[in-house]
Each structure stands twice: as structure tokens, then as C-alpha cells.
């Protein structure tokens, strides 16, 4: 097995294995709902929102999260910047976070997981 196999085998054996790290959550992704998907979502970060010229609105933060799942779990699309997602709060929750896409990559070199 070459090391590009081992890689691939870890991923879903320790990082995206629910026994470990990650949780299954239902995502919302380009009108399309995908259930129990294997994920690790990045602890959120809270950030004071820069106020612009004539805004009046106090109390709004920016929170930022990463979020980290097989491609093959959002039928082999990778989420585009700009859009929107949506992942349950906690498993089989029917209360549904929403995030804006700020940045997406996928890894070319795990592409085929």
C-alpha cells in the first residue's frame, strides 16, 4: 500500500470516523439534503463585526467555522464560495445552523474520497 493509500484509508478510519472525531449531522447543500454525514466541524469563532458608515445595528458578531466531510458524502460536489449551507445542530436534529461559503477547497490529492 503506498502512502497516498494509507492517507485515504485514515481519513475514514480516524478523522471522519464518528467513534473519534467526527459527528453525523444532515447538510443542506444546493437544494439537496444529505443525511448522516460523517463530519468535523472546526470549533466556531465569534468576532466582533466592523460597523459600516450609518450603521445603527449594535450586537452582531461575524462567526466563522471550518468545516471538514468527504466529498462523496455531498454527492461528489464541493460547495461553492458564495453559497449557502445548512448542517443540523446535533444529530438527527431537525433545527438547522446556516453558514455562507467564505472559502472552499477541496483537496486534489484525496479527490476520489
Same mark, same amino acid.
Given at each position: 500500500?503506498?502512502?497516498? *493509500?494509507?492517507?485515504?484509508?485514515?481519513?475514514?478510519?480516524?478523522?471522519?470516523? /464518528?467513534?473519534?472525531?467526527?459527528? =453525523? =449531522? /444532515?447538510? =443542506? +447543500?444546493?437544494?439537496?439534503? +444529505?443525511? *448522516?454525514?460523517?463530519?468535523?466541524? !472546526?470549533?466556531?469563532?465569534?468576532?466582533?463585526? *466592523?460597523?459600516?458608515?450609518?450603521?445603527?445595528?449594535?450586537?452582531?458578531?461575524?462567526?466563522?467555522?471550518?468545516? $471538514?466531510? @468527504?466529498? #462523496?458524502? %455531498?454527492?461528489?460536489?464541493?460547495?461553492?464560495?458564495?453559497?449557502?449551507? !445548512?448542517? @443540523? #445542530?446535533? !444529530?438527527?436534529?431537525?433545527?438547522?445552523?446556516? $453558514? +455562507?461559503? @467564505? #472559502?472552499?477547497?477541496?483537496?486534489?490529492? %484525496?479527490? #476520489? %474520497?
Amino acid at each position: 500500500m503506498n502512502f497516498k *493509500d494509507c492517507v485515504a484509508t485514515d481519513i475514514h478510519k480516524v478523522f471522519l470516523n /464518528t467513534g473519534e472525531f467526527a459527528q =453525523r =449531522r /444532515t447538510v =443542506r +447543500y444546493d437544494g439537496m439534503e +444529505y443525511p *448522516d454525514v460523517p463530519l468535523v466541524l !472546526e470549533e466556531l469563532v465569534q468576532e466582533q463585526r *466592523d460597523r459600516l458608515t450609518g450603521d445603527h445595528v449594535g450586537g452582531l458578531h461575524i462567526i466563522s467555522a471550518v468545516l $471538514y466531510c @468527504a466529498r #462523496a458524502d %455531498l454527492g461528489g460536489k464541493t460547495p461553492k464560495q458564495g453559497a449557502g449551507l !445548512e448542517i @443540523a #445542530a446535533r !444529530e438527527g436534529g431537525r433545527f438547522f445552523q446556516k $453558514y +455562507y461559503i @467564505a #472559502a472552499s477547497a477541496c483537496d486534489t490529492r %484525496l479527490a #476520489a %474520497l
